[in-house]
């Protein structure tokens, strides 16, 4: 799996996924699509494998602030954040906070919203997670004033 | 490519027995779920 932002190129996601199906290791493909990009200085890419394999770039031309932490189950990247303390409030709930996948990571990204999140505040959201033989959960909200308080309803009307 | 005057947090996860893998995100421009996030199954990773 991929994220892909910054001045975002779509493309490290999908060629990226090929690259892994094809068997390249996350740092392999990493390399690949950094080496293929000129305006690599710009992205910001974290990737990671079912081996728990990882990757992750952030360009130096990628606005402050900008972070990542990296743990054995997790990557967190950011960018364009109020403070420094963004990514260290995402890396450390994730740690701490229980529960199934999908609810430790909103509770993480909710954490990072708390510690300033986005410099101008959030407007959009997304939760995706899969499972050997399908997709668990996929939520989007495209537009709201508090996309991830959206986002944490929409996943408990899933389990009502 | 899309400009980005907003800014973008992601956490990408694995369950420790490997099971569950997922992509969470948030940004202050819209729609982030459309370009942000890139998933396949865990079967062919």
């Known amino acids: 799996m991929i994220a892909t ?27 690949r699509l950094l080496m293929e990009d000129l305006g690599r200085e710009l992205r910001q890419v974290a990737i990671m494998d079912s081996k728990k394999r990882e ?4 360009g130096a031309g990628v606005p ?5 932490a990296m743990g ?13 303390n ?6 450390e709930e994730f740690e701490r906070t229980g529960g199934d996948l999908a609810w430790m990571m909103i509770k993480a990204l909710k954490a990072g919203s708390e510690s300033g999140g986005d410099q101008r505040g959030e407007k959009s959201a997304a939760l995706i997670v899969v499972g ?3 997709v668990e959960v996929k939520i989007k909200v495209d537009e709201h004033k508090a996309p991830i308080n959206e986002l944490i309803r929409k996943l408990e009307i899933r389990r009502r | 490519m899309k400009k980005s005057r907003t800014g973008t947090f ?6 420790p027995d490997s099971k569950l893998m997922g992509v969470a995100v ?12 890139h998933m396949q199954s865990l079967e062919s990773v």
Request: hydrophobic share 40%.
């Open chain 1, 64 to 68: 402050e602030w900008h972070g990542e």
């Open chain 2, 10 to 15: 992601s956490i990408l996860a694995i369950s």
């Open chain 1, 132 to 134: 050997t033989e399908k």
């Open chain 1, 86 to 91: 963004v990514i260290p409030s995402i890396a």
């Open chain 1, 5 to 31: 932002q910054a001045y975002t190129n779509v493309a490290y996601g999908i060629k990226g996924l090929e690259l892994l199906a094809k068997g390249l290791s996350p740092k392999e493909t990493l390399n």
């Open chain 1, 55 to 58: 990757a992750v770039f952030t």
């Open chain 1, 72 to 84: 054995e189950n997790y990557i967190v990247i950011g960018n364009l954040l109020a403070g420094k």
């Open chain 2, 26 to 37: 948030a940004s202050g421009s819209t729609s982030v779920g459309d370009r942000v996030p």
